[in-house]
């Protein structure tokens, strides 16, 4: 089942994937500190409803399409920096909201699309095993970009700062991969990672294993492989929570 | 020099021996029909795999390893073309070996063949999923599948010379078999010529041009767009002053549409299988255009 072949073909999903894994890690403990989850899920939307828009008015697939994404994902976070600023209480709820406007608005557009429930469904779980080393170089400043910043430019970590690079990270990862493995590859690792001594660490390794776990059983069952990963970081998650409970009582 | 003799012997019959011993062309088809004819064609010398089943809407598929796998092995790709794939088969293609590439002998395109129906000159896609090069579900008129299995002999021929004369005797069979099977069901379903009917999609244009049935509605109100309630109510106040006999769709279409109208008009629905199925009762092309006659003449009934 595991040839030299299937290595290759799986190779640019397992890069994208570690990448994401690694990215996310540090921007997810953060999020689940801030207590906003919902943050990923309504800037990934919006970044999406970019798409969508830009899909409806420009012809010809190209630069402008990632230009308009992060333009609405930016725009977004401001927007949840300020609420953070003047109503912290209702924040959540805000967001919350606007995932709902958001994903809403996008049905609304492509209500009239042909397929356009397709292109949904590929937005929220979609298609990491046709991602190619040639998309992966265009969103890889990005992600080097966001993981540089955040240890060399400590400051960056609170702030507008924060939601900036997240709109970054998020817009790219949504393409690559779907909403459903940003959710999951943000919040699950940084519940392991609660409490732990080194949260960091714990993040990162519950992520790697995720991605690696989730690309072999695709191999070897031959599964689609983002809802594979989707469903490891739950199962690696929720082993490292047993296994911290069972140090803890002993 | 004999040693040298035998050895270089001995080095050819290793060279020739993948093709001359049991090597088969590896063809990958988009959709269960061209699975059917590539087996009808290539009989043995072929090994055949269908990306998609008879149960899922070609415009669409997700990705798996073992379609990767597959692809970047193909000799030989045969789709539908004319846009059908377009969501997934690019992408798919660019993982691919040249030889199955646009232009190339091993990409066979089977809508470039047969003349088609539906051909639109906007390129707007607020149009809906209107395919620019024709209607793309070709398969369903039986006078087509003649002309795509000749492309399809002379493909196979090319790609695999030493067995170009099974080819021909494989096509040959196939296609007298063919033309008697047309000439049967043309001769059982003119008593379907000029019933009314509505679709769902336009998935069946091909068929309802070879029988000379009447579309006198589609249930989407563009094609690939979900049927809007302003075009069903319209749907419904025409349907009840001039009722159709029966509603066409594939396995693959939603049922709400079609299950409103009929609930509404008491116009039956009536599920064509579409494509070569896996079942007892549908596994080729033959049992394709047996079946769906049989399902509309018992409607009819």
């Not at chain 2, 598929?61 to 377009?86: F, N, Q, Y």
């Amino acid at each position: 089942m595991i040839n030299m072949e299937m290595i290759e073909i799986t190779s640019p999903a397992l890069v994208v994937g570690l990448l994401i894994a690694l990215t996310h890690g540090l921007l997810g403990i953060k999020v689940l500190k801030k207590g906003i989850v919902f943050i990923d899920l309504a800037i990934a939307q919006i970044a999406g409803l970019g798409l969508v828009i830009a899909g409806i008015f420009l012809p010809e697939y190209g630069w402008f399409y990632q230009f308009i994404a992060l333009l609405f994902a930016i725009s977004a976070s401001i927007f949840f920096y300020y609420i953070e600023k003047i109503a912290p209480d209702i924040q959540e709820a805000v967001i919350g909201c606007s995932f709902v406007l958001a994903a809403s608005l996008s049905v609304l557009f492509l209500s009239n699309h042909s397929h356009g429930s397709d292109e949904i469904k590929h937005l929220l779980s979609g298609q990491i095993l046709f991602v190619t080393f040639q998309d992966i170089l265009q969103h890889l400043p990005i992600y080097i970009g966001v993981i540089g910043l955040w240890f060399l430019k400590p400051k960056i970590r609170s702030g507008i700062g924060f939601y900036l690079i997240f709109a970054f990270a998020i817009t790219s990862s949504v393409q690559l991969v779907g909403i459903y493995v940003v959710f999951a590859s943000l919040i699950l690792p940084a519940i392991a990672a609660k409490n732990q001594k080194n949260p960091l660490l714990t993040s990162w390794i519950c992520g790697i294993i995720s991605v690696i776990l989730g690309i072999v059983f695709a191999v070897i069952f031959d599964l689609p492989a983002g809802v594979l990963m989707v469903i490891f970081y739950f199962v690696v998650t929720c082993l490292i929570l047993v296994y911290n409970l069972y140090v803890k009582t002993k | 020099m004999s040693k040298f003799y035998i050895t270089s012997l001995l080095a050819i019959s290793f060279m020739l021996s993948p093709i001359t011993t049991q090597a088969k062309v590896r063809v990958f088809a988009c959709e269960p029909e061209w699975k059917s004819l590539s087996q009808e064609i290539g009989k043995n010398y072929v090994e055949v795999f269908s990306a998609t089943s008879a149960t899922q809407d070609p415009h669409y598929i997700r990705t798996k390893p073992s379609l990767i796998s597959k692809i970047r092995k193909a000799d030989l790709l045969i789709c539908s073309g004319s846009d059908l794939e377009v969501g997934w088969l690019p992408i798919l293609l660019s993982k691919a070996h040249k030889n199955i590439q646009i232009g190339k002998i091993g990409n066979l395109m089977a809508s470039e063949f047969v003349p088609k129906i539906g051909k639109s000159k906007i390129l707007d896609r607020s149009m809906g999923d209107i395919h620019p090069s024709g209607n793309p579900h070709i398969h369903l008129n039986p006078h087509n599948i003649l002309l795509i299995a000749r492309e399809l002999n002379d493909r196979l021929k090319k790609i695999d010379p030493n067995n170009s004369k099974n080819y021909q005797k494989n096509h040959d069979n196939f296609v007298s078999k063919w033309k008697n099977s047309i000439k049967l069901w043309e001769v059982r379903a003119l008593k379907l010529k000029g019933i009314k009917i509505v679709v769902h999609h336009k998935s069946f244009s091909y068929l309802i041009d070879w029988l000379k049935l009447d579309e006198i509605a589609t249930l989407e109100s563009k094609p690939g767009i979900a049927p809007t309630s302003r075009h069903l109510e319209s749907l419904l106040i025409a349907l009840r002053k001039d009722p159709a006999k029966f509603i066409i769709k594939t396995p693959f279409d939603p049922e709400d549409a079609s299950d409103w109208i009929s609930r509404k008009t008491k116009i039956k629905d009536l599920i064509l299988p579409y494509t070569v199925g896996e079942d007892k009762e549908n596994n080729n092309l033959f049992s394709l255009f047996d079946n769906t006659i049989n399902l509309m003449l018992e409607a009819v009934k």
